[in-house]
């Protein structure tokens, strides 16, 4: 019987890209040595950083003579500190869309900066079924606009990015390069790996040069041109992460890059919410317009029910259904290493189960 890890993050993993790995564990390409062991200074290393950088800006159609991707550390929630130290440098003055529980950590710490107005332009609270329209901000006004494309816990997504006149940063972390945006849109995007590109321990930041050319003097690590002009290398970079989003990307690229991803994604996605549409017993409570394709919660309304389901489903090799204890009830998650079995293997033990019911 199969097993499909339905986990939010850390997720599952392609599993060529996990069968490599094992082969390469203990003797990187007859180096002698793991990938565990190589240095982040050896040429061996620098030829997986420069592939890893090469293949990701071909996968989101990005050049670098406009874009540098920098493999950081700290997650995604550095991220939120980050980002306004280094881009709010002409107003002091950011926009945030709210639209779940990762959009207002970011605001949240992004507030605790000093000589720093942040402004939320829009909310999808408190009930979370509906992204609404960002409002047109003025150019003069904010040094960017930050919005968090897919939101986890409540399900929410943004199927078209807003039409803005001021920059805009992208948390991407849980639909990154699984859902097919004009990723030149961003003057920044970052994304914590965990999800859909590698095990948790690296961070995917893709900038704009134009903002690489001035250092304002943060703390190095903090930096993102101190970071970029020393390739990601300001300390020691997790190395074993990047060989494995390496890996990743090249797989991508084989399935046919991030429109083949979305298309399968939506394809998967579907699969759920058809059933979910139609179900008596289950119900999601997320607006069409702005479903996640890559996480969907659900519930059948009854707690007891709800954890009776998640420990008959795990008995059938679909594991890591329980919701998050915001929201509780149950939540697939979808990534793109998820294949279109699992998602056929959910709804159809759906069925069964509320045929039992």
Request: negative net charge; without cysteine; hydrophobic residues 40%.
């Amino acid at each position: 019987m199969p097993t499909y890890n339905f986990a939010a993050g850390p997720a599952t993993l392609p599993r060529p890209v996990l069968e490599q790995v094992q082969r390469e564990l203990l003797d990187y390409q007859g180096s002698q040595v793991s990938i565990l062991e190589i240095s982040h200074r050896s040429p061996v290393f620098r030829e997986i950083y420069q592939q890893a950088k090469e293949r990701l800006l071909q996968l989101m159609g990005l050049s670098a003579d406009e874009y540098t991707p920098l493999f950081l550390q700290g997650g995604g929630t550095l991220q939120f500190t980050m980002v306004p130290l280094n881009l709010a440098r002409d107003h002091h003055r950011v926009a945030y869309a709210d639209t779940g529980h990762w959009s207002a950590r970011a605001i949240e710490e992004a507030k605790k900066l000093p000589d720093l107005t942040v402004d939320v332009v829009t909310e999808a609270g408190p009930d979370f079924a509906h992204i609404p329209a960002v409002p047109d901000l003025p150019a003069d006004t904010y040094d960017y606009l930050h919005i968090t494309t897919n939101n986890t816990i409540m399900g929410l997504a943004y199927q078209d990015l807003p039409q803005t006149a001021v920059p805009l940063v992208g948390d991407l972390s849980s639909n990154f390069l699984g859902q097919a945006y004009d990723f030149s849109s961003f003057d920044l995007i970052y994304a914590g790996a965990q999800k859909n590109l590698a095990p948790a321990g690296v961070t995917i930041v893709v900038v704009r040069n134009d903002y690489l050319t001035e250092d304002h003097g943060l703390p190095s690590m903090l930096n993102y041109p101190a970071l970029a002009k020393k390739e990601s290398a300001l300390n020691t970079p997790p190395v074993f992460q990047i060989y494995f989003a390496n890996l990743v990307l090249k797989w991508l690229k084989e399935q046919g890059g991030v429109q083949a991803m979305d298309e399968l994604n939506r394809q998967k996605a579907g699969l759920v919410y058809d059933y979910l549409d139609q179900s008596k017993l289950f119900s999601n409570r997320v607006a069409p317009d702005s479903r996640s394709l890559t996480n969907i919660p659900f519930t059948t309304g009854k707690a007891d029910l709800d954890q009776r389901f998640i420990k008959e489903a795990a008995a059938a090799g679909l594991v890591n259904l329980k919701g998050h204890r915001l929201v509780s009830g149950m939540r697939a998650s979808l990534y793109n290493a998820m294949p279109l079995a699992g998602a056929v293997a959910l709804r159809d033990f759906m069925h069964q189960f509320e045929q039992e019911i």
